[in-house]
C-alpha cells in the first residue's frame, strides 16, 4: 500500500491517498478570476458531484464520496474504474475551498486516471451533479514526489481558498513494485454552460 503522505487538516490525519499497492495486485496556484466567463453562469447552489467527464482524455466515470478509513487513511474507491471525491471537500458550484478527486492508476491499465498526466492547460474538465455540470479549465499539470506532495499538502487540502478549484489526483512513477510519485491537475471553475451554448462546451 502507498499513500500521498500525512498532514493535519480539521485536526484529524489525513493520510492524503492512495491505495495504489493493492491495485497492483489487481494488475501552485492558479486563481480564478471572479467574473464568470461569457457564455457560462453560476451554479443555483453547490451540489454533491456525480459524474467526471475529461474529454481529452475520453474518461467519463462516476464519483464516490469517500472518506478517511481506520487507518486515518484517504482511499479512492475500490473499483478502479471509479473517481472519489473527499465528502469534506468543497462541492462543485461552491464560492470557496477546493474540490478534491482522486482515483487509481493501474501500471498494467484499466485505472480511471491511468493518462491523467498528459492533460494540457486549458483543456476542459467537467463535474455532473444534479444542479447541472460544473465546467473547468485545467490551469497547471504538475508530477511530484510523494515528500513534495506532503510539503504542498496543507495547500492541496486546506478549505480556507477564499476562491474555488477542482483538483485531481493519481498516483504514477511506477517501479515495479511501487508507485513513487504523484500527478495532480489544478483546474479553474468556469461555471455551468448557457443552455444555448451547451452543445458547444
Known sequence: MSSFGET???????GLLVLC????????LMPSGDATPAGYHE????????R???PALKIR?????????????????RNPRDVGWWKRSAKPGATQGQTVLTGHTVHTGGGVMDRL???????????????????YRTTKVVTWTKEELA????DLFSQEREDERLVLITCSGWTGS????????????????????????
Open 151 to 154: 510539503e504542498r499538502a496543507v
Open 117 to 135: 498526466g498528459k492533460l494540457h492547460k486549458g483543456q476542459k474538465v467537467k463535474v455532473v451533479t444534479r444542479k447541472g455540470t460544473m465546467v
Open 21 to 28: 499497492g493493492l491495485m497492483v495486485g489487481v494488475g501552485v
Open 178 to 201: 511501487s508507485y513513487t510519485r504523484n500527478v495532480i491537475v489544478f483546474a479553474e471553475p468556469l461555471g455551468v454552460r448557457d443552455a444555448k451554448d451547451e452543445k458547444k462546451s
Open 52 to 54: 467526471l467527464v475529461i
Open 8 to 14: 493535519r487538516l480539521g485536526g484529524f490525519v489525513v
Open 61 to 77: 466515470a462516476p464519483i464516490k464520496p469517500i472518506e478517511v478509513n481506520d487507518h486515518q487513511v484517504l482511499d479512492p474507491p
Open 43 to 50: 451554479m443555483a447552489s453547490p451540489a454533491k458531484p456525480l
